[in-house]
């Protein structure tokens, strides 16, 4: 597109002929099969994911309800003209993503906690019903009241959640999870890998069901002994490509070409860590081209996870964005 789209009114997402969503959701590829890496080609599947797009999106909001001493925006307030371009940022990414003519899926990373806010939840539940939508999914501490969700179509949306020892009570944490578990939703749930946090860790595994995956982050600026890695690796299996930043520079990834990490004002950047803008999504001046990565280190999972080197679109085929593996299984 050469010229600036024009603002159009939010279509009404969560009302749709179903039978027809239906058969084209039967037609589509299963959601998350576009992300399945350099496996074998597939001429039937290539054909359906022509085009296909992931986007991470970012907007304004940088508010959060929590106050985690690990995190540099907890318990900060957005005003409310913040939370209006907040708002009307998100809507403008909905009617973007709505009037696609190819395969998109979209993760929400906001800097503060989304789903306590109307708009996150609704913009969830109406991508969730566009047949060429392959994924919505947000990352969460999962604080709010999870009854929205059976609006959504739980085929194509998915929850990352992060547990926050210390901000809520382990009970109604695990209830909420039970909740998921309970509608069908698909989630995994992970903790930052401090070691004050162990026990918690320990204890969520124990007790959310098996086919939920449990992932550790390494903390921030925290080295790990073999010894204390290897207790954390007994939780997550794959704790290891958390623990040690990856090195990008000059390899392939496919952020810039078929991920991409977009701002509020539609600002195009390969990834949230590289600051080299590349377009902007609504004026038709970004065009996807695969570059390798210019950073030195990657040590982020929303970014490695798209770097070639590392495989793990095989690992989470199916699960990229809502970081669910293959597996599904729990850690031995």
């Given at each position: 597109?050469n010229?600036?789209?024009?603002?159009?009114e939010?279509?009404?997402?969560?009302?749709?002929?179903?039978?027809?969503?239906?058969r084209?959701a039967?037609?589509?590829a299963?959601?998350?099969?576009?992300d399945r890496?350099d496996?074998a080609?597939?001429?039937?599947?290539?054909?359906?994911?022509?085009?296909h797009?992931?986007?991470?999106?970012?907007?304004?909001?940088?508010?959060?309800?929590?106050?985690?001493?690990?995190?540099?925006?907890a318990?900060?307030r957005?005003d409310?003209?913040r939370?209006r371009?907040?708002?009307?940022?998100?809507?403008?990414?909905?009617?973007?993503?709505?009037?696609?003519?190819?395969p998109?899926?979209?993760?929400?990373?906001?800097?503060?906690?989304?789903?306590v806010?109307s708009w996150?939840?609704?913009?969830?539940?109406g991508?969730?019903?566009?047949?060429?939508?392959?994924?919505?999914?947000?990352?969460t501490?999962?604080s709010c009241?999870?009854?929205?969700?059976g609006?959504?179509d739980?085929?194509?949306l998915?929850?990352?959640?992060t547990?926050?020892?210390?901000?809520v009570g382990?009970?109604?944490?695990?209830?909420?999870?039970r909740?998921?578990?309970?509608?069908?939703?698909?989630?995994s749930?992970g903790?930052?890998?401090?070691?004050?946090?162990?026990?918690?860790?320990r204890r969520?595994?124990?007790d959310?069901?098996a086919?939920?995956y449990?992932w550790?982050?390494?903390?921030?600026?925290?080295?790990?002994?073999?010894?204390?890695a290897?207790?954390?690796?007994r939780?997550?299996p794959?704790?290891?490509?958390?623990?040690?930043?990856h090195?990008?520079?000059?390899r392939?990834?496919?952020?810039?070409?078929?991920?991409i990490s977009?701002d509020g004002?539609?600002?195009?950047?390969?990834?949230h860590?590289?600051?080299?803008?590349?377009?902007?999504?609504?004026d038709g001046?970004?065009?996807?081209?695969?570059?390798?990565?210019?950073?030195?280190?990657c040590?982020?999972?929303?970014?490695?996870?798209h770097?070639?080197?590392?495989g793990?679109?095989?690992?989470?085929?199916?699960g990229?964005?809502e970081?669910?593996?293959?597996?599904?299984?729990?850690?031995?």
């Open positions: 597109m010229e600036r789209e024009r603002p159009r939010l279509p009404v997402l969560t009302v749709h002929d179903r039978a027809a969503h239906d084209a039967h037609d589509r299963a959601p998350g099969a576009c890496g496996t080609p597939d001429r039937a599947a290539a054909g359906r994911d022509a085009g797009l992931t986007v991470l999106y970012r907007g304004p909001l940088s508010s959060c309800d929590y106050d985690c001493p690990y995190c540099p925006f318990k900060r957005d409310p003209a939370l371009r907040d708002r009307a940022a998100l809507e403008r990414f909905t009617r973007w993503a709505a009037e696609r003519d190819h998109v899926s979209v993760l929400f990373t906001p800097w503060g906690e989304g789903l806010r996150y939840r609704r913009a969830m539940v991508l969730s019903h566009l047949p060429h939508v392959r994924r919505v999914a947000i990352q501490n999962l009241r999870t009854g929205w969700l609006e959504a739980l085929g194509t998915a929850l990352w959640v547990y926050h020892p210390g901000q382990y009970e109604r944490f695990l209830g909420r999870c909740d998921l578990t309970g509608m069908g939703v698909r989630f749930v903790v930052v890998g401090l070691p004050e946090h162990l026990d918690h860790a969520l595994r124990d959310l069901p086919e939920v449990l550790v982050n390494a903390a921030e600026g925290h080295s790990y002994t073999d010894a204390e290897a207790e954390w690796t939780l997550d794959l704790f290891s490509y958390s623990r040690t930043p090195r990008s520079a000059g392939p990834c496919r952020t810039g070409d078929t991920v977009v004002e539609g600002t195009v950047r390969r990834c860590f590289v600051p080299e803008v590349l377009g902007n999504l609504y001046t970004f065009r996807p081209r695969a570059r390798p990565c210019p950073a030195a280190l040590d982020c999972h929303i970014g490695y996870v770097l070639e080197p590392t793990l679109y095989d690992v989470f085929a199916g990229i964005l970081r669910v593996p293959a597996f599904h299984g729990r850690a031995r």
